[in-house]
């Protein structure tokens, strides 16, 4: 079974956009480092919080990806627009469509 990543952050206000864009982005590079699924969306009642859904071979896979340089890079570049709110949830992927 493959590792799934549920998260949540908070922009300041304003920059929820500018913030999707950045996470959007890296998407290229991540098929290659072992990402099945990686979708960004919004909510169009909480105009400051993205949700991110992942599905990644391993949690290792995972979390090499967050030390390439390109994420790196999109991190240090997202971190001045967010509050530093985060939910975060690890979850072992049983299945479903597009996978």
Do not use: N
Request: charged share 20%; hydrophobic share 45%; with cysteine.
């Amino acid at each position: 079974m493959s590792y799934g990543y549920l998260a949540s952050m908070k922009t300041k206000p304003g920059h929820r956009d500018e913030v999707v864009a950045i996470l959007l982005s890296g998407v290229d590079g991540l098929r290659a480092a072992g990402c099945a699924l990686y979708v960004v969306g919004v909510s169009a009642t909480d105009a400051d919080t993205i949700w991110v859904s992942e599905v990644w071979q391993s949690r290792e896979h995972h979390a090499a990806s967050l030390e390439l340089p390109e994420s790196k890079a999109a991190i240090g570049r997202a971190m001045p627009m967010l509050t530093g709110e985060f939910t975060g949830q690890e979850l072992t992927v049983a299945g479903g469509l597009g996978l």
